[in-house]
């Protein structure tokens, strides 16, 4: 295999990770809503919590969290960009 | 002055200014106590902001087509992370969205979910890709990747449709506020508003949008953040509303129970004479509504907006301004950040205004108390006069019954500093910063249309042989021809016809969603997939949409898909036509998928050039 082929896979594995994690926030947990809500979080309803807040902030750690993640794997591939830094 | 050193120089500059914006609020909160009027506050405050957006649209000007087209490229991802939030929250998202969630509770905050989600999808599947592409616009990608003017076409109409839903509601936004602010009436609002919109675009394309939206996110934050942190502290709910407003939810719960969840007959709003838009309320803060049917409704809305999210043009062109792929990806962390900042606010804001209102043991409340010393209140008179408040005693027993209580949803944002005892400097600093959310929003989705015709449509397609002079030339004046339809449209109040800001979403889901993804996931997909994707999505979702939207047809929803979420329809059928006509065709040529596997790797040279 390729070292092409070898990041596309990571790659893949990576995008497939971040979207599981993004439809466990932003789809499972609103399917249970109802059953959610009889538990509590800092004294809000839970499935109020993580409407108003929970998932949200989730979402801005998996983002984070999943382009650190990519970037480790460009580096190990070889195709880390270079000079180029923010 | 514009290069190099500025980069280096930006946290400076924009330190400098937030604590220049910082002062003026001061100056004016003393110029309050001694005795400015609130009128010539609202006036200054919304003056002196839109000056500034206005002088760096001016110092960014620009005769350079990546300048113009990309910001230059060098955008650090942080910044474009502040000009990607004030792009999303609109008008809307800043006036409308604690309104929403007064009226509409859990069952609102899907929007929530689904206006922050999307950002995955972005970042996942398309904004790395599409800055390794190098392209100007969004029909760029298509066009390129599909080849052929034909598919780079039905891209362009894609974009313009869905990005002019929603820019008309924008300049209605910012009419709304200058009329407000300004004293003038509503239809020279739209046209003032307009011309702040262009002073900020025009001379220097993306770079100067980029730029003022940085100034337009640092101001918006300020008057969101300000007024909800001050109320909670004031009013003795915690320090940190974000962490401490559980008690108060529960507060809201045991008060429905009290009042009485009451969902008036529409013949009975109407005989009382209720204006039109104004609402009160009937659904419960924080209860998840029973069923399935009600888990669809919200998930479907949250699939809506989300896949929406990932498909508006004007969201992912600000990708392209960053100086790495690497940065690409970060920047859409940072982005949603500084989104979250004010998406996880509104609910508080919405709590702490609803309870304000509805508790009889707070001096502001309302519920419950007579309505004669109800209308004596100054705020109540002043919302009144101006139809955005009603009372319609239905029992007439002379007690305001949450039942008989109506607003308009964008007053909870405005009337809350008001309401809850504030300095008037609050209002003027919460309409400057709604007409920042607004412009900022209509920025980048003019620049989004203009850049489209100009560089797609006319440099493509009509005279590819034209210098960057005529260029440059044509996409100004297609901007000054678009913002003025946007105000033209808007100042003929026929927005209700055109309906909610969700159908942006859904009609950009429709045609471009499939499109993009699979051009970058599927090298199999073809030039004719794509076409036929395109077009049977966007057809089949606005066919849906007229069968069900009851100002057209008026048909019942399939499957609760109603007119809020037809883009369901039009992204299936996109997938379904573009995978099946791409596997009936011949696969693309070598080299397509040559250009393909380049794109999926960050390193190395664009696939179209720097200056295209």
């Known amino acids: 295999m390729s070292n092409k082929e070898k990041h596309w896979e990571k790659t893949k594995g990576n995008m497939f990770l971040t979207l599981a994690l993004w439809f466990f926030f932003g789809y499972i947990i609103f399917m249970f809503g109802e059953s959610l809500n009889s538990a ?19 979402f ?27 | 002055m514009f290069k190099g050193k500025f ?42 902001t839109v000056c500034i957006y206005a002088f760096i649209g001016w110092m960014s000007r620009t005769v350079q087509v990546d300048a ?87 891209a362009v109409v894609v974009l313009t449709l869905a990005s002019f839903t929603y820019v008309t509601a924008q300049i209605n936004a910012t009419g709304t506020i200058a009329a407000r602010a300004l004293a003038i009436p509503f239809e020279l609002g739209v046209w003032v508003g307009l011309v702040s919109i262009l002073l900020c675009s025009m001379l220097g394309g993306m770079r100067a949008v980029t730029w003022t939206q940085v100034a337009q996110y640092i101001v918006l934050i300020i008057a969101y953040l300000l007024p909800i942190f001050w109320i909670s502290n004031k009013g003795g709910y915690g320090f940190f509303p974000h962490l401490m407003l559980g008690e108060e939810v529960a507060r809201l719960g045991e008060l429905e129970a009290q009042f009485g969840l009451v969902k008036n007959a529409a013949a009975d709003v109407k005989a009382a004479g209720v204006p039109g838009g104004l609402k009160s309320i009937s659904l419960p803060h924080s209860e998840v509504p029973a069923g399935g049917m009600a888990a669809w409704k919200f998930i479907s809305l949250v699939i809506c ?12 062109m600000r990708y392209f301004t960053t100086p790495s792929v690497k940065a690409a990806r970060k920047s859409v962390a940072w982005s949603l950040f500084f989104i979250a900042l004010l998406y996880t606010s509104a ?70 500093p008001e309401v809850a005892g504030l300095p008037y400097v609050i209002s003027g600093l919460v309409a400057a910063g709604g007409m920042a959310a607004a412009m900022s929003t209509a920025d980048g989705l003019i620049l989004a249309i203009a850049n489209a015709l100009s560089h797609d449509v006319y440099y493509k397609i009509i005279d590819p042989k034209a210098d960057v002079r005529k260029r440059l030339l044509v996409a100004r004046g297609l901007l000054i021809v678009i913002g003025a339809a946007g ?59 007229i069968y069900v939207y009851p100002k057209f047809m008026g048909n019942p929803a399939w499957l609760g898909i109603d007119h809020l979420r037809f883009g369901i329809i039009g992204a299936s059928v996109c997938l379904v036509v573009m995978v099946v006509v791409s596997l009936m065709t011949p696969a693309p040529d070598s080299s397509t998928q040559k250009m393909i596997d380049e794109v999926r790797i960050p390193t190395g040279k664009t696939i179209l050039g720097k200056q295209h």
């Open chain 1, 40 to 58: 509590s979080f800092l004294g809000y309803p839970l499935a109020y919590y993580m409407c108003a807040q929970g998932s949200i902030v989730a």
């Open chain 1, 60 to 86: 801005v750690i998996i983002l984070f969290w999943s382009a650190n993640r990519q970037e480790k794997i460009d580096e190990e591939c070889g195709f880390a960009e270079r000079g180029e830094d923010d």
């Open chain 2, 7 to 48: 980069i280096d120089n930006l946290p400076k500059i924009y330190g400098t200014y937030t604590g220049g914006f910082l002062v003026f609020i001061i100056l004016m909160a003393i110029a309050e106590q001694a005795g400015m009027t609130a009128k010539t506050i609202g006036i200054l405050f919304v003056a002196f």
């Open chain 2, 68 to 154: 113009y087209y990309v910001a230059g490229r060098s955008v650090p991802t942080v910044f474009n992370g502040m000009a990607t939030a004030a792009d999303w929250m609109s008008g809307a998202s800043f006036v409308a969205m604690a309104g929403g969630i007064y009226f509409g509770g859990y069952t609102y905050m899907a929007f929530l979910i689904g206006w922050t989600g999307g950002y995955i999808l972005v970042s996942s599947l398309l904004a790395p890709y599409l800055r390794k592409f190098g392209c100007y616009t969004v029909p760029d990608f298509i066009g390129t990747r599909y080849g052929g003017n034909l598919a780079r076409f039905c």
């Open chain 2, 305 to 316: 907006m989300m896949v929406g999210t990932a498909s508006l043009p004007h969201i992912l």
């Open chain 2, 347 to 416: 609910p508080m804001l919405a709590t702490l205004s609803k309870l304000s209102l509805m508790d009889p043991n707070l001096a502001t409340g309302i519920i419950g108390k007579d309505i004669s010393a109800v209308m004596s209140i100054d705020w109540v008179q002043a919302w009144t006069a101006q139809k955005q408040a009603f009372i319609a005693d239905f029992n007439g027993d002379g007690v305001l019954q949450l039942n008989e209580w109506f607003m308009r949803g964008d007053v909870v944002v405005l009337s809350t």
């Open chain 2, 487 to 545: 105000a033209y449209i808007a100042s003929m109040r026929i927005t209700s016809i055109l309906g909610a800001v969700a159908w942006a979403f859904d009609f950009a889901m429709s045609g471009l969603f499939f499109p993009l993804v699979l051009g970058v996931w599927w090298k199999r997909a073809t030039r004719q997939g794509a076409i036929a994707g395109m077009i049977t999505g966007l057809a089949s979702g606005t066919a849906y949409l």
